[in-house]
């Protein structure tokens, strides 16, 4: 089973999040599957990377990280990519949704998970994996923090879209 399969088949049901922080014990589903694969990634990588703290900010963090992983991720097996693609890709739908609420949603069009932000009002929706996969693949050009840039813009607006 793929990494996409496994959020596929755990829940394609709504999970509506206000637009506060919850902490572990309010969640399930596949909001608390993120919530513990992004906190694995923090403290798994806390020793060499300081500053993520689910905030907007630590992004910047996040995309340190990216970078450094690109000099060896070639070289790894693929299910050691598709481990770091998700822990990275659950860090940034976790600083989407604590900072700005959203619910988790599988889109069966690009065949995979996606943050929905602004639910009934809007909807700004973002696609972390496919980023984090492109970001340390094409170094600089897909950036984190960028990315987050326009999410952020949708979502302070209300403005409807996919930020891809």
């Known amino acids: 089973m793929g990494l996409f399969d496994f959020f596929k ?11 506060i922080y ?7 589903g596949v909001t608390l599957d993120m919530f513990d694969i ?3 990634c923090v403290e798994g990588q806390s020793k060499y990377y300081k500053g993520l703290d689910f905030s907007v900010k630590s992004l910047n963090v996040l995309d340190e990280l ?3 992983i690109r000099d060896i991720f070639d070289d790894l ?3 050691r990519q598709e481990a770091l693609v998700t822990s990275c890709g659950s860090y940034v739908f976790e600083v989407a949704r604590r900072n700005f609420g959203g619910a988790y949603f599988w889109n069966d069009s690009a065949n995979q998970l996606i943050l929905v932000t602004g639910l009934p009002d809007f909807e700004v929706s973002i696609m ?7 970001r340390i693949i094409n170094r600089d050009e897909d950036s984190i923090p960028f ?3 326009g999410y952020i813009e949708n979502v302070m607006h209300r403005k409807s879209g996919l930020i891809v």
């Open 9 to 19: 088949k755990k829940n394609q049901s709504v999970e509506m999040s206000p637009n």
């Open 22 to 28: 919850l902490g572990r014990e309010e969640l399930e």
């Open 38 to 40: 992004a906190n694995e």
């Open 66 to 68: 990216l970078d450094d």
């Open 77 to 79: 097996p693929e299910e």
């Open 128 to 134: 972390a994996f496919d980023k984090v996969k492109s």
């Open 147 to 149: 990315y987050f840039l």
